[in-house]
Antibody, heavy 120, light 107 residues
Framework: EVQLVESGGGLVQPGGSLRLSCAVSGFTFSTYHMSWVRQAPGKGLEWVAAITKDGGATNYAASVRGRFTISRDNSRKTLYLQINSLRAEDTASYYC?????????????WGQGTLVTVSP | DIQLTQSPSFLSASIGDRVIITCRASQGISSDLAWYQQKPGKAPKLLIYKASGLQTGVPLRFSGSGSGTQFTLTVSSLQPEDFATYYCQQLYSYPLTFGGGTKVEIK
């Protein structure tokens, strides 16, 4: 069974940092591109960042570029999102998601999400 | 960046109704579009990939069509479990983007 389990969320002050993790099981992690997607309370979905299966290339939304870093450890089957210089508008549930094996197709598996709250 | 405009943003429908949600892209995206269903407190669920491919396990009453800039998600006969919010997503180019969502509620 494919599983993605996020962790690392919590309450943090503006300007602070967190590292989110997404531990996966049930599939060969190193053969899939991965993304992070976030959703502010009561709002829509916002794609945040993506990383290729070997970690060799990354892409970011403009709203997080320079503050967030996506990475992965294929030996540990874990995806990461380092989030720095947090702002109130970063408050959201953060989901990790697996890219469908066919490029341009969508995200076929998602984690349950981890909540990041940025507040003084 | 490619903008996706979903319509309507809110839809009130009855059990058994045929429901159509549209997604318009600000530039051509070939067939690189996905549709998701999201229920409150849950992660999104992939329904349609590559504009018209039905994801494994998704009921046949869901279908997708379109290419280029105009896409539709159709639910042929709305069931109680289909009341949710639906999002389109383009995967043609980075940054990936989602539509604003369509909330489907019971009339």
């Amino acid at each position: 069974e494919v599983q993605l389990v996020e962790s690392g969320g919590g309450l943090v002050q503006p300007g602070g940092s967190l590292r989110l993790s997404c531990a996966v099981s049930g599939f060969t992690f190193s053969t899939y591109h991965m993304s992070w997607v976030r959703q502010a309370p009561g709002k829509g979905l916002e794609w945040v960042a993506a990383i290729t299966k070997d970690g060799g290339a990354t892409n970011y939304a403009a709203s997080v570029r320079g503050r967030f870093t996506i990475s992965r450890d294929n030996s540990r089957k874990t995806l990461y999102l380092q989030i720095n210089s947090l702002r109130a508008e970063d408050t959201a549930s953060y989901y990790c998601a697996r890219h469908f094996v066919v490029a341009g197709s969508g995200f076929d598996y998602w984690g349950q999400g981890t909540l990041v709250t940025v507040s003084p | 960046d490619i903008q996706l405009t979903q319509s309507p943003s809110f839809l009130s429908a009855s059990i058994g109704d045929r429901v159509i949600i549209t997604c318009r892209a600000s530039q051509g995206i070939s067939s690189d579009l996905a549709w998701y269903q999201q229920k409150p407190g849950k992660a999104p669920k992939l329904l349609i990939y590559k504009a018209s491919g039905l994801q494994t396990g998704v009921p046949l009453r869901f279908s997708g069509s379109g290419s280029g800039t105009q896409f539709t998600l159709t639910v042929s006969s709305l069931q109680p479990e289909d009341f949710a919010t639906y999002y389109c997503q383009q995967l043609y180019s980075y940054p990936l983007t989602f539509g604003g969502g369509t909330k489907v509620e019971i009339k």
